[in-house]
Nanobody, 127 residues
């Protein structure tokens, strides 16, 4: 069992920034690939960003490239999502997820590769 807890969401105006954090309960956090996903009302869950266990590989959805940055601090068992230049269309519940198998499919966007999911944190961007 791995518990993931997201924090850092909230209400921000368009053009603003937020940093999301995801803290993991496991001491083996460094052995997991990690990802961020989001889901807006009426839409399917969408891949946002992924990072390999070594942090040598990162991947982003086209919609967030140049604006969002994924990173991790294995000493703190935490993965981050820095979100800049936020737009109203970024409004969603954001979830972090952990992938034990580390096939590379998960960090490239395959949601079904992930074994553990957080409860989500709401991000609302107003215009």
């Amino acid at each position: 069992q791995v518990q993931l807890v997201e924090s850092g969401g909230g209400l921000v105006q368009a053009g603003g920034s937020l940093r999301l954090s995801c803290a993991a309960s496991t001491r083996t956090f460094s052995s997991y690939d990690m990802g961020w996903f989001r889901q807006a009302p009426g839409k399917e869950r969408e891949f946002v960003a992924g990072i390999s266990w070594t942090a040598r590989s990162t991947y982003y959805a086209d919609s967030v490239k140049g604006r969002f940055t994924i990173s991790r601090d294995n000493a703190k068992n935490t993965v981050y999502l820095q979100m800049n230049s936020l737009k109203p269309e970024d409004t969603a519940v954001y979830y972090c997820a952990a992938d034990a198998a580390r096939t590379g499919r998960g960090i490239r966007g395959a949601a079904n590769e992930y074994d553990y999911w957080g409860q989500g944190t709401q991000v609302t961007v107003s215009s």
